[in-house]
């Protein structure tokens, strides 16, 4: 199912965490729902924008608010041969940095 919405590459690196995570009896790094940076939602009004950035790759940036709070995230997307997939996610953490979805994976 994974492998529906993100390239074959951070598909594994999904599946690899959960699978660590369940022979530790942990929770995995992603736990919660990367579409919307969070573990629960209440999505406001959604802005889209997508721009081609290289050959067969393009970036969307999404603003929504969720429970009232304003959020965005670039989805870093390919295109392969079965469609688009998502190849990274970045949102904004709460200290005004970044944070990727595959920089949950290589954390020390």
Same mark, same amino acid.
């Given at each position: 199912?994974?492998?529906?919405?993100?390239? =074959?590459? @951070?598909?594994?690196? %999904?599946? !690899? #965490?959960?699978?660590?995570?369940? !022979?530790?009896? #942990?929770? =995995?790094?992603?736990?919660?729902?990367?579409? /919307?940076?969070?573990?629960?939602?209440?999505?406001?009004?959604?802005? %889209?924008?997508?721009? #081609?950035?290289?050959?067969?790759?393009?970036?969307? $940036?999404?603003?929504?608010?969720?429970? !009232?709070?304003? $959020?965005? @995230? /670039?989805?870093?997307? /390919?295109?392969?041969?079965?469609?688009?997939?998502?190849?990274?996610?970045?949102?904004?953490?709460?200290?005004?940095?970044?944070?990727? @979805?595959?920089g949950l994976f290589v954390k020390k």
């Open positions: 199912m994974l492998r529906l919405y993100f390239d =074959p590459g @951070l598909a594994a690196l %999904i599946i !690899k #965490d959960r699978k660590d995570a369940n !022979k530790r009896g #942990d929770v =995995p790094e992603l736990d919660g729902d990367p579409f /919307v940076n969070a573990q629960e939602w209440e999505i406001g009004p959604v802005d %889209i924008a997508v721009r #081609d950035t290289a050959p067969d790759k393009a970036s969307a $940036t999404v603003k929504f608010s969720n429970f !009232k709070m304003p $959020t965005t @995230l /670039v989805y870093d997307l /390919v295109k392969l041969k079965g469609g688009w997939r998502i190849a990274d996610i970045t949102w904004q953490e709460g200290d005004g940095g970044n944070e990727t @979805l595959r």
